[in-house]
């Protein structure tokens, strides 16, 4: 059959259809390696300061070069990775003067997120919020940091959900990281191991108030934890050994003074 004059044959847009699954599949694995390499960061499990090569995260996340090259490129933006042409990809070593520089940007951007998503929270993100609060109620005490970083994530990601305001998101998603971090430290390499009671007592502060939709609480319970993490900052100065904090610096034996 002889396709009309002035009128394109339909198969002409069959492989931009074919393709949409592909490009809908690429974007899962991106993000997928994205949070894979975020909790590898989050646990020093890539320790700071460490060089790789692209295969070496490819073999190491278990995904493809795409996949991988986005993820990388993302949290470079996020200031948590280094690229350069010669020396492949370096994990930013911390700087903690940095990070409590940034902590006083994040108060803010979490006052104003916690006051958005208290005004604009609806019956079923409320819902969830006094679900996570029961979880955290429960089982908080028990729970190691890793799991407990899972939780602090899912808060994270409801609040901003909530909040919806995608500006803000973009920039205090990689403070969550970085703090993240700073917290896995804190209760994992400090000579006195401390609990998560504080910190699990805080959350279930915030999510309660906004839950609540109690405005000014739920801005005193966040600035609450802003304090609890400023406070973590001395006791990293005094305890952690700079070669944790860059694993290309000399280690010492005895604390920091």
């Known amino acids: 059959m002889t396709t009309p004059p002035g009128i394109r044959s339909k198969t002409v847009k069959e492989p931009a259809l074919k393709s949409a699954p592909r490009k809908a599949s690429q974007h899962n694995l991106s993000g997928q390696a994205y949070e894979r390499l975020e909790e590898l960061l989050i646990c020093c499990e890539l320790k700071p ?3 790789l090569a692209m295969h070496e ?6 995904f493809g070069r795409t996949p991988v090259h986005q993820a990388v490129s993302r949290l470079a933006t996020d200031t948590l990775l280094i690229v350069s042409p010669r020396n492949g990809i370096q994990i930013a070593p911390i700087d903690l003067s940095r990070d409590r520089r940034l902590l006083d940007l994040r108060r ?14 609806g019956a079923t993100h409320r819902n969830q919020m006094q679900h996570i609060k029961r979880q ?15 939780v602090d994530r899912h808060i994270d990601q409801l609040l901003l959900s909530v909040a919806n305001e995608p500006f803000v998101e973009s920039t205090l998603r990689p403070l969550h990281t970085i703090f993240r971090r700073i917290g896995w430290i804190y209760h994992i390499k400090t ?22 939709g109690q405005v000014d609480a739920a801005i005193t319970a966040s600035e609450g934890l802003m304090d609890f993490v400023e406070g973590m900052f001395a006791v990293l100065e005094h305890e952690i050994s700079p070669a944790l ?5 000399t280690s010492y034996d005895t604390p920091l003074s």
């Open 49 to 51: 300061g460490r060089f």
């Open 57 to 62: 995260l490819q073999d190491m996340l278990g």
């Open 108 to 121: 803010d951007m979490e006052r104003f997120v916690i006051r958005l998503a208290t005004e604009r929270s």
């Open 136 to 150: 955290l109620i429960e089982h908080g005490a028990g729970m190691s940091i890793d799991q407990f970083n899972v």
């Open 191 to 212: 000579e006195k191991i401390p609990d998560l009671r504080a910190t699990v007592d805080g959350h279930i502060a915030v999510i309660d108030a906004v839950a609540s």
């Open 245 to 249: 904090l860059d694993c290309n610096q």
